[in-house]
């Protein structure tokens, strides 16, 4: 709470009214962040708005999984994988070794 505090009361003192979740671990504070800010403020999950997002893309791109191969998982991420993989591993109850890849945030999309 102290630290999420510390980050947001200078959004708090100058009176915005909605935050945008957009860091991919910002929705598991919902919580502590709505304690902060109060309820005059609105959160927004972006990455709800891009799962909504992607699977109206492959339902348009007739892509969407019928459900009957198991998924193929992989993630991509900016910080280390042990890291990601360990603090995943307890949201997502899998084991994840092999499946987290990391990529150069200064390089993607070039």
């Known amino acids: 709470y102290l ?13 915005v ?11 598991l504070l919902t919580g502590v962040i709505k304690r902060v800010m109060g309820e005059g403020v609105t959160l927004i999950n972006s990455g709800a708005s891009a ?13 969407l999984s019928d459900g009957e191969k198991p998924p193929v998982r992989e993630f991509f991420v900016s910080d280390t994988p042990d890291s990601f993989e360990s603090v995943a591993h307890r949201f997502l109850n899998a ?14 999309g070039r």
């Not at 084991?95 to 993607?108: H, S």
């Open 95 to 108: 084991d994840l070794k092999g499946q987290v890849k990391q990529i150069n945030i200064e390089n993607y």
């Open 3 to 15: 630290t999420a505090k510390k980050y947001l009361e200078p959004l708090k003192q100058i009176g």
């Open 51 to 63: 799962a909504k997002f992607a699977k109206e893309l492959l339902q348009k791109e007739d892509m």
């Open 17 to 27: 009214d909605t935050l945008i979740l957009g860091c991919t671990h910002f929705p």
